[in-house]
């Protein structure tokens, strides 16, 4: 990683077609708060421990001001709080693909989005360290 470990360079930002219908075809999933996760192992390298992409959902929030609002809370958290789950893809010598879909009902504030996303890098981390040993 080049950059600081503090960023979300967009290498980082899962867009490749072909991987995110292998993670709706192969991947795991799990409900944690106003989050739903799926992830999965990557198939192919790619050059951070994990990439990840975000949704919210047009039925609950449609003004796409208030969904790129909740975009830019939940890229905020992931930056500040991805680094135990890098670290620990980096100790395993693995690589993940994950998708945040945001299923809540109202706008939240950062402290809330914040809280989320540490309960489900610490979810992921269960979920890896169950699957490997």
Same mark, same amino acid.
């Given at each position: 990683?080049?950059?600081?470990?503090?960023?979300?360079?967009?290498?980082?930002?899962?867009?490749?077609?072909?991987?995110?219908?292998?993670?709706?075809?192969?991947?795991?999933?799990?409900?944690?708060?106003?989050?739903?996760?799926?992830?999965?192992?990557?198939?192919?390298?790619?050059?951070?421990?994990?990439?990840?992409?975000?949704?919210?959902?047009?039925?609950?929030?449609?003004?796409?001001?208030?969904? =790129?609002?909740?975009?830019?809370?939940?890229?905020?958290?992931?930056?500040? =709080?991805?680094?135990?789950?890098?670290?620990?893809? !980096?100790? !395993?010598?693995?690589?993940?693909?994950?998708?945040?879909?945001?299923?809540? !009902?109202?706008?939240?504030?950062?402290?809330?989005?914040?809280?989320?996303?540490?309960?489900?890098?610490?979810?992921?981390?269960?979920?890896?360290?169950?699957?490997?040993?």
């Amino acid at each position: 990683m080049s950059q600081g470990i503090y960023s979300f360079s967009k290498k980082e930002h899962l867009s490749n077609k072909r991987s995110i219908s292998l993670l709706f075809e192969k991947g795991y999933s799990f409900w944690s708060h106003s989050f739903s996760v799926i992830w999965c192992y990557s198939d192919r390298p790619i050059p951070f421990p994990a990439q990840m992409a975000i949704s919210v959902t047009k039925k609950s929030f449609k003004r796409a001001v208030d969904r =790129n609002r909740i975009k830019r809370l939940v890229r905020e958290a992931w930056r500040l =709080n991805k680094n135990s789950l890098y670290d620990l893809l !980096k100790g !395993k010598d693995r690589q993940i693909i994950i998708m945040l879909v945001y299923t809540g !009902k109202e706008i939240p504030d950062f402290h809330d989005v914040n809280n989320q996303i540490k309960n489900v890098i610490s979810k992921i981390l269960l979920l890896l360290s169950a699957r490997e040993g």
